[in-house]
């Protein structure tokens, strides 16, 4: 198993129309990609989030599953017009 966590700080002008587009295209992918077990997203209310105002979870099968995850055409559709409104950072592990 891989546990991939995701925090994104937002970038000037994004909508909060956008930032739910974000969590419901996030949360599509799963069903959609071999090995992606679980997804867990939304706004983040923590005090101590250091400006990361949206966080997720995802669990993987294994590696491979990740790394698949990283090329699938749903995966890349979503960062094609998610890059520009974040400022992201990943932690991935097998706990």
Do not use: C
Request: glycine share 8%.
């Amino acid at each position: 198993m891989v546990i991939h966590t995701f925090a994104f700080r937002w970038k000037p002008n994004v909508t909060d129309e956008q930032r739910q587009r974000v969590i419901a295209s996030i949360r599509s992918l799963q069903g959609r990609i071999p090995g992606l077990e679980g997804t867990w997203v939304g706004a983040n209310f923590s005090p101590r989030s250091h400006g990361y105002e949206l966080g997720g979870v995802m669990k993987f099968a294994d590696r491979a599953a990740l790394d698949a995850y990283a090329r699938h055409p749903a995966h890349q559709e979503l960062l094609a017009w998610l890059m520009p409104l974040i400022l992201p950072m990943e932690v991935d592990f097998e706990p």
